[in-house]
């Protein structure tokens, strides 16, 4: 059955101006079309110079939080300009916290006035990170209510190793109507030895944030030690909390009563540095990207050398020359210092163009290919083993433009690699995506020659129609 429309409004014919005598043509739009922005790429470019990477995602989601526990403002700074980030910032509103932006990436948070420890469906479904409220909210008010996670679809995101540290602490942890119900048994938490039967970023946060205000002493064994939560605890650290052996499989938290306000830097995003590095290796080209931590990096960069990438490092700069890549490598993804998952689909992107096959195994996500089809599409050989998680790429045959979709953040960004590397345009729907994990991306590859653009148009239920494009493609050479 075909849908009903409306009438949307009318316009001038081409090249008549508006007015009295204008001759006007109807246009219809169908009540089921909506605005979409895309991200336009031109393959064939090599990338070179130099450019900045902007402060860590993962890391300033759950400094953002643990905000909530302050007496007094907490000043962030170097916080990404991301969806994520202003998701996170409504969920504080919404706690009653008060936030200010001051500059570009610098906010303070004001958490004095915070009254509410139930967090609302409607801003938790878009992030997974906004599970990091429950810690905050129950070492605050010994009461927590927060809906299950939502975000991208990687694969099971299972809640049980958090809820085993809470009840650990002493609350008592229900799940009812899709959110999870913690509440501490006495006033306040209490400290206890939680051992995880497998490294979680998300669950060693959550433990940090609920223990560091609970009596006596904690210590978390089995933890993850990604500079994510790293930061993480030295934030803690700095509004006062008692924290040691972050960075080590072991962490050790005397609880302490009430922490307080203090003006902190996020520590740089290596999955942004990562991007940008292979962003760089699929054209071949020479690229630095400043403001970084390499050793944060050190997984991917022993690959891109596998490769025969050149890596050249500094304290806080790293350069790729990919002039001569020599074949492809294997990777497997394994938590920190292991290879990242979040840098899994950029890398597999820059193997479809390295001679060679490759092999590429998933450890931490068990839905982390669905972009696979995409990269098809594009003309990559790449074949997939479901039952073991494993990619097989056969690279060093050209890509070609083509339209394609993100599925997520991290497979977003593999779209672009592919795309900066491929023969003609390809046109990316899901820009919203990309800029949940970054910051105006294609402003960053711009400045390094690429051929990056954003778009916005109409896309129909029915009839395919024209984009009208918003900014024009920067000028090469």
């Not at 064939?44 to 990477?53: A, C, D, N």
């Not at 696979?372 to 790429?393: C, K, P, Q």
Request: net charge neutral; glycine share 10%; aromatic share 4%.
């Amino acid at each position: 059955m075909r849908p009903s429309s409306r009438r949307a409004g009318t316009r001038p014919a081409p090249g008549v101006r508006d007015g009295p005598s204008a001759k006007h043509v109807q246009v219809t739009m169908n009540v089921l079309d909506r605005l979409e922005t895309t991200l336009r790429v031109r393959g064939g470019h090599q990338l070179s110079g130099s450019v900045e990477t902007h402060g860590a995602k993962n890391a300033a989601l759950p400094i953002m939080a643990a905000a909530l526990l302050a007496k007094s403002p907490v000043t962030l700074h170097r916080v990404p300009r991301i969806t994520d980030v202003a998701v996170m910032g409504q969920l504080l509103e919404a706690a009653g916290a008060r936030l200010q932006s001051e500059g570009n990436s610098t906010i303070t948070i004001d958490p004095s006035d915070i009254a509410n420890y139930r967090a609302p469906y409607t801003l938790v479904r878009k992030l997974a990170a906004s599970f990091d409220l429950v810690g905050p909210l129950l070492g605050r008010f010994g009461r927590a209510e927060v809906p299950l996670p939502g975000g991208c679809i990687l694969g099971t995101r299972a809640t049980d190793m958090h809820e085993q540290a809470f009840r650990a602490l002493g609350a008592e942890v229900s799940n009812a109507h899709g959110y999870l119900i913690a509440k501490a048994k006495k006033r306040r938490l209490v400290g206890a030895d939680i051992e995880f039967r497998q490294p979680s970023v998300g669950a060693t946060k959550n433990a940090m944030l609920a223990a560091v205000t609970a009596t006596g002493s904690t210590t978390l064994r089995n933890v993850a030690m990604e500079p994510e939560v790293v930061d993480l605890a030295n934030f803690l650290v700095a509004m006062g909390a008692k924290i040691s052996g972050q960075g080590s499989d072991t962490i050790g938290i005397e609880g302490v009563r009430e922490l307080h306000g203090v003006e902190y830097e996020v520590i740089p995003d290596r999955i942004v540095t990562g991007t940008l590095l292979l962003s760089a290796c699929a054209t071949r080209g020479d690229v630095t990207v400043q403001r970084c931590v390499p050793d944060h990096l050190g997984a991917l960069l022993a690959k891109l050398g596998e490769c025969g990438v050149k890596v050249t490092t500094g304290s806080d700069w790293i350069r790729v020359a990919a002039d001569r890549v020599t074949g492809g490598t294997d990777v497997l993804t394994a938590p920190y210092p292991g290879f990242p998952t979040d840098l899994q689909p950029p890398m597999l992107s820059f193997l479809c163009t390295a001679p060679g096959t490759s092999v590429v195994e998933e450890t931490i996500f068990n839905a982390r290919f669905s972009y696979i089809n995409e990269l098809a599409r594009m003309g990559a050989d790449v074949r997939t083993a479901i039952d073991s998680n494993t990619a097989l790429v056969k690279g060093g045959t050209p890509l070609s433009g083509a339209p394609v979709e993100a599925p997520d953040i991290r497979a977003g960004a593999a779209l672009v690699v592919a795309g900066l590397g491929a023969q003609g345009e390809t046109e990316i729907i899901g820009l919203e995506y990309i800029d949940r994990g970054y910051e105006r991306l294609e402003e960053l590859l711009s400045a390094l020659g690429g051929q990056v653009q954003r778009a916005s148009g109409i896309t129909p239920a029915l009839e395919p129609l024209g984009t009208y494009e918003t900014t024009a493609y920067p000028k090469v050479g």
